[in-house]
C-alpha cells in the first residue's frame, strides 16, 4: 500500500514551486521593462539589399535582432514552404536555412537603389533603367553585380507607386 504525502508537505511543494515562479515572472517582467526602456536603433537595410540574400537566421538575428514577428508562407508546393522573418517595414524569407527573398515595404523610408520604396515607376527607371516586359501591375529588373541572379519585382499600386518591392535569388 502507498501511502500519501501529507497535506502539509504538499501545500510546501506548491508554496515553492509558487514562489519560484512569482521570481522568475518578476525577473522576465523586469529584463522586458528595461528592454523596452531602452532606445533602439533603426532597422537600416544596406543602400543595395541584396547584401542580405544568402544570409543565415542567426546573421539577421546579429544584424537586426529578435524580428518583430516569425510566421510560416505556403507555397504551392511543399517545397516552396517559407518562414518569414518579419522586421515591420521589411521582412525576409528563409529556405534551406538561408535568406532567399526580401520584400520591402512602402513604410521603409530610406532610400534603396537610389530611390524611396513607394517611388513612381519613372524615380525608379532614373535608378535601375527599364524594367523587363511584364504585365501592368508589377513589373521586374535583374540586378547586376552578383555572382547569381538577382531579381526585383515591384508590384505598384492604383496611384502608380510603388506598393511592395520583392527581391530574390532566381535561382532558388
Do not use: K
Request: glycine share 6%; charged share 20%; proline share 9%.
Amino acid at each position: 500500500m502507498m501511502r500519501r504525502p501529507p497535506n502539509s508537505f504538499l501545500t510546501f511543494c506548491l508554496c515553492l514551486a509558487a514562489a519560484a515562479a512569482g521570481a522568475q515572472a518578476a525577473r522576465s517582467a523586469s529584463a522586458l521593462a528595461s528592454a523596452e526602456a531602452r532606445p533602439t536603433a533603426p532597422r537600416a537595410l544596406p543602400a543595395d539589399p541584396a547584401e542580405l540574400l544568402g544570409a543565415s537566421p542567426a546573421e539577421l538575428f546579429a544584424r537586426y535582432g529578435a524580428p518583430d514577428a516569425v510566421y510560416a508562407v505556403r507555397g504551392a508546393e511543399a517545397w516552396q514552404d517559407d518562414v518569414a522573418f518579419d522586421y515591420a517595414d521589411f521582412a525576409a524569407f528563409i529556405f534551406g536555412g538561408r535568406v532567399w527573398q526580401l520584400l520591402i515595404r512602402p513604410s521603409y523610408r530610406e532610400p534603396v537603389w537610389g530611390f524611396v520604396p513607394g517611388a513612381e515607376l519613372e524615380r525608379m527607371q532614373a535608378s535601375l533603367g527599364l524594367p523587363e516586359p511584364t504585365d501592368d501591375a508589377e513589373l521586374e529588373w535583374a540586378l547586376p553585380f552578383r555572382g547569381w541572379p538577382v531579381r526585383l519585382r515591384v508590384l505598384f499600386g492604383q496611384d502608380g507607386r510603388a506598393r511592395e518591392l520583392y527581391l530574390y535569388r532566381a535561382d532558388f
